[in-house]
């Protein structure tokens, strides 16, 4: 294909093209880097959390503003951590095992102010599974805060495990618990 019928089909299908971009968004809690592919989101880490994936992974950088679905992941991460929005509505689509995905989706149900815990979400997903994998699955979350890992806590209400570190969890728990939207808090 030349080169001008390709640039011709991007600019055609304009957001709509079938690569995968990334922006970064500063937060309070570090760089997070959001990644889109083919109109949803498909990744948000932070820039030093576990995990991380290989730079070519992220593919092509752009500005939020040129593409549809990074602005709206940045808009809403930005509105999240102003205390004005407690629901992402952003596409999401996290690649990972089928296990993981059962994790991931009962994570994602946790509601904002409210936490749970690994060994209760390892007797929903499945029986047999030991709190220590969905731990493990949690930790491999692409999708921070879009997908809550940071409302999952060990035994006890104690605050362990978190791909961006502690301190950056804690914060999270606080921002939610500062809001006080609702008296019933499970934290």
Known sequence: MTESVSNA?????????LSRVYTTCATKIGTIFLC???????????????????????GK???AHENSVLSQAVQELEEYFRGQRTVFEIPLRPEGTDFQLAVWNLVSDIRYGYTDTYGAISRVV?????????????GRNPCIIFIP??????????????????????WLLELERSQNLAGDRLF
């Open 126 to 138: 499945g029986p047999g599974a030991p709190a220590q994998a969905v731990g493990q699955a949690v």
């Open 36 to 58: 889109v592919e083919e109109g949803a989101l498909v990744g948000a880490w932070l820039e030093k959390q576990k995990h991380f994936p290989e730079k070519e992974c992220l």
């Open 149 to 170: 890992c940071h409302r999952v806590l060990g035994a006890g209400g104690k605050i362990t495990g978190y791909a961006g570190g502690l301190s950056a969890k804690q």
């Open 61 to 63: 950088f752009v500005k």
């Open 9 to 17: 089909i991007e600019e055609a299908a304009g957001d709509d093209v």
